[in-house]
């Protein structure tokens, strides 16, 4: 399936891309998008055409993490096109300074088609999943950045998640095939009182 925006983004901008939610909200994209825990269905969907069928694996992981309580996979649904954006919260994992069940939630795997970033898009998905987090009685998130990602970082701190830790970033996953790969990827912790 070929993936493509229904709705074509005409502006770039951030700002244009307000003023056109602001001017015609009934016909912008973003007003359109639902943020919901995934479903079944979602699984092959959230591969994206491919690019991440590597992580099939570790979607079926997490899904099944999923069903126990421990994690909630989040997805955002255009309708129309279909899934644009998601992200995966542990509400306890092995490392209680990341999740550790009632207090501190960690999120990973945060994205966005690269069609519709800088548009608001992931701003709406963190509102909702850190909404979701108060209404759990979570007090912090936390979350990695790539060091060498400073637009994410931008975003965190704008957000009011400040650096706590460094974190070398690295990981082993299981490809589609059952194959193994170390990531390597040295980052910053950060965290936010919610
Ligand atoms: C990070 C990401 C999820 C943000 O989603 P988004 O829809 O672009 O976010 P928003 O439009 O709400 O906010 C964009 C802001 O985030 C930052 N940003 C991060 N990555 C960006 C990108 N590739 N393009 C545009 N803005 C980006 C900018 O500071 C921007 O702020 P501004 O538009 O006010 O100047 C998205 O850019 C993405 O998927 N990036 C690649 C994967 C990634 O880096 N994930 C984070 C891992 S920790």
Redesign the pocket.
């Known amino acids: 399936m070929n993936w493509k925006p229904i709705f074509k983004p005409r502006e770039k901008?951030?700002q244009g891309?307000q003023q056109q939610r602001e001017k015609t909200p009934e016909a912008f994209w973003l007003n359109q998008v639902i943020v919901r825990p995934v479903i079944d269905a979602d699984l092959h969907r959230m591969e994206w055409d491919g690019e991440y069928a590597h992580f099939r694996r570790v979607y079926a992981e997490a899904y099944q993490r999923m069903q126990r309580g421990y994690t909630v996979l989040w997805v955002a649904d255009l309708p129309g096109t279909g899934l644009v954006?998601q992200?995966f919260i542990q509400l306890v994992c092995d490392r209680p300074e990341l999740a550790d069940g009632s207090e501190r939630a960690y999120?990973?795997?945060?994205?966005?088609?690269?069609q519709?970033?800088?548009?608001?898009?992931?701003?709406?998905?963190?509102d909702v999943v850190e909404d979701d987090l108060r209404q759990r009685a979570f007090q912090y998130v936390t979350?990695?950045?790539?060091r060498d990602?400073p637009?994410?970082q931008?975003?965190?701190l704008?957000r009011g998640y400040r650096v706590i830790a460094p974190e070398p970033g690295i990981w082993s996953y299981p490809d589609e095939n059952g194959i193994w790969h170390q990531v390597e990827e040295p980052?910053w912790r950060m965290e936010k009182v919610l």
């Not at 519709?116 to 963190?126: A, P, S």
């Not at 979350?143 to 790539?146: D, G, I, P, Q, R």
């Open positions: 901008t951030r891309a954006g992200v999120l990973y795997s945060f994205r966005v088609r690269s519709l970033r800088g548009q608001g898009l992931g701003t709406l998905i963190m979350l990695n950045v790539a990602n637009r994410a931008q975003l965190y704008r980052a």
